[in-house]
T-cell receptor
Framework: QVQLQESGPGLVKPSETLSLTCTVSGASISSYYWTWIRQSPGKGLEWIGY???????NYNPALKSRVTISVDTSKKQFSLKLSSVTAADTAVYYCAREGGGGGVFDYWSQGTLVTVSS | EIVLTQSPDFQSVTPKEKVTITCRASQSIGSSLHWYQQKPDQSPKLLIK???QSFSGVPSRFSGSGSGTDFTLTINSLEAEDAATYYC?????????FGQGTKVEIK
């Protein structure tokens, strides 16, 4: 079955770059859009952006200047980089597959808490 | 940005009761509205896609309806395992957005 597993540091210092990787199993990474979503108590669920393996994708305008999502087909992974983080970026980060006919997040990772603090 | 407003924010319900959650969009989104269930310390799980299509494996007591700006998630005959927070999500236009959530508690 489809499984997504994130990896990356749980603590990031202010002004540094948050980096997470999501490893995909049970699905072709070349056949779907891959998405990052975050959840914080203050802002609820927030879509960060999605990317296709060809490099076609889109980001939330609120984060666009700081976000990069990339797909590595050889490793069956996709990654999130969020630069210049502040405490407001503290959240549970999820990776997800956009499938189900498009525009639907049909499989999610378990989520990883990233805290921004010195 | 399309704003999704759910109501109510919280609902306390007895087992076997019917639950209705609504999601209103700030502009028309056709049927590009999806529902998720999130239990404590778990990731959201897809229940309903495109307003009324059940996702694979979802119990038949969950159903969705609506189009345009007004949508409804219905849980017929609530079970104890349905205690969770429910979110709507629109994929009609970018940025994709979510409702604020409706927490369903079992009495």
């Amino acid at each position: 079955q489809v499984q997504l597993q994130e990896s990356g540091p749980g603590l990031v210092k202010p002004s540094e770059t948050l980096s997470l990787t999501c490893t995909v199993s049970g699905a072709s990474i070349s056949s779907y859009y891959w998405t990052w979503i975050r959840q914080s108590p203050g802002k609820g669920l927030e879509w960060i952006g999605y990317m296709y393996y060809t490099g076609s994708g889109n980001y939330n305008p609120a984060l666009k200047s700081r976000v990069t999502i990339s797909v590595d087909t050889s490793k069956k992974q996709f990654s999130l980089k969020l630069s210049s983080v502040t405490a407001a970026d503290t959240a549970v980060y999820y990776c997800a597959r956009e499938g189900g006919g498009g525009g639907v997040f049909d499989y999610w990772s378990q989520g990883t808490l990233v805290t921004v603090s010195s | 940005e399309i704003v999704l407003t759910q109501s109510p924010d919280f609902q306390s319900v007895t087992p076997k009761e019917k639950v209705t959650i609504t999601c209103r969009a700030s502009q028309s989104i056709g049927s590009s509205l999806h529902w998720y269930q999130q239990k404590p310390d778990q990731s959201p799980k897809l229940l309903i896609k495109y307003a009324s299509q059940s996702f694979s494996g979802v119990p038949s007591r969950f159903s969705g309806s609506g189009s345009g700006t007004d949508f409804t998630l219905t849980i017929n005959s609530l079970e104890a395992e349905d205690a969770a927070t429910y979110y709507c999500h629109q994929s009609s236009s970018l940025p994709q957005t979510f409702g604020q959530g409706t927490k369903v508690e079992i009495k």
